[in-house]
């Protein structure tokens, strides 16, 4: 849970170096719902924020 809290106030205070996806918004409502939903949905939501941060990257949006 810390490091969900960690990550949003991170994303939050540094857009273009995270960008925006559903990942991070996933994670946002994991650490304010202080609700664990287990490594394997958190390594699920880790793979999906850096393809799509990558795919920004590549597009010039970040």
Known sequence: MQAAK????AAKSRPKQFG???A???FSLYASSNHFHGLPKN??????HHICLMLDVLVGAV
Do not use: P, V, Y
Not at 6 to 9: D, V
């Open 24 to 26: 991070l918004d996933e």
């Open 20 to 22: 925006k996806n559903f």
């Open 6 to 9: 960690k990550l949003t106030a």
């Open 43 to 48: 390594k699920e939501l880790q793979m999906s």
